[in-house]
Antibody, heavy 123, light 110 residues
């Protein structure tokens, strides 16, 4: 059974870089037809897709965040990571990692998810 | 503002049937399939429905999804106290070229 766990600092100063890692257990991030994904939820708001790295290594980003976001993977550690540059208070959110997949041309669905980690941007 | 529109709240008594709506446009729900998630704050969101109306293994058949035009619905029958949670719809958006979510609906079991 695949499980995902986010880790990283809970507090980041404005203008600095937010860095999070998702550790995957119970399965390899290089096997299967999966999109290893980052999604966030600002306090009191809905979910926002940040981007994902495909099992082949190809990366897709939300256009609204693309200029500040980098997603990468470390296959030796079975992890994938998120960096958000030049953060502001608007980047305060619970950040989730999740495994996405699709078939038949359907909207990719995310399953399972990590529990999420709250990152607060504040001086 | 979320791309997909959901009512902020819904409620029902135990045993009743509740539906949660999700409204989109021709660039998302009108062309692409819809997924639904259940989320209890502080826990990992759970996939309930994918491909408009398909349930992953382990999801009770009390949960069902449907779609018509640019709107989708999640129905929960035989409401139970454990169903009290936030529910989110999601669909691919051809303009964004990525998935978009609704703002979420908080379900209260009376």
């Amino acid at each position: 059974q695949v499980q995902l766990q986010e880790s990283g600092p809970g507090l980041v100063k404005p203008s600095q870089t937010l860095s999070l890692t998702c550790t995957v257990s119970g399965g390899s991030i290089t096997s299967g037809d999966y999109y290893w994904s980052w999604i966030r939820q600002p306090p009191g708001k809905g979910l926002e897709w940040i981007g994902y790295i495909y099992h082949s290594g190809r990366i897709y980003y939300n256009p609204s965040l693309k200029s500040r976001v980098t997603i990468s993977s470390d296959t030796s550690k079975n992890q994938f990571s998120l960096k958000v540059n030049s953060v502001t208070a608007a980047d305060t959110a619970v950040y989730f990692c999740a495994r996405g997949r699709s078939s038949n041309g359907w909207t990719p669905w995310f399953d399972p998810w990590g529990q999420g980690t709250l990152v607060t941007v504040s001086s | 503002q979320s791309v997909l529109t959901q009512p902020p709240s819904a409620s029902g008594a135990p045993g009743q049937r509740v539906t949660i709506s999700c409204s989109g446009s021709g660039s998302n729900i009108g062309r692409e399939s819809v997924n639904w998630y259940q989320h209890l704050p502080g826990t990992a969101p759970r996939l309930l429905i994918y491909g408009d109306n398909k349930r992953p293994s382990g999801v009770p058949d009390r949960f069902s999804g449907s779609k018509s035009g640019t709107s989708a619905s999640l129905a929960i029958s035989g409401l139970q106290s454990e169903d009290e949670a936030d529910y989110y719809c999601a669909a691919w958006d051809d303009s964004l070229n990525g998935p978009v979510f609704g703002g979420g609906t908080k379900l209260t079991v009376l």
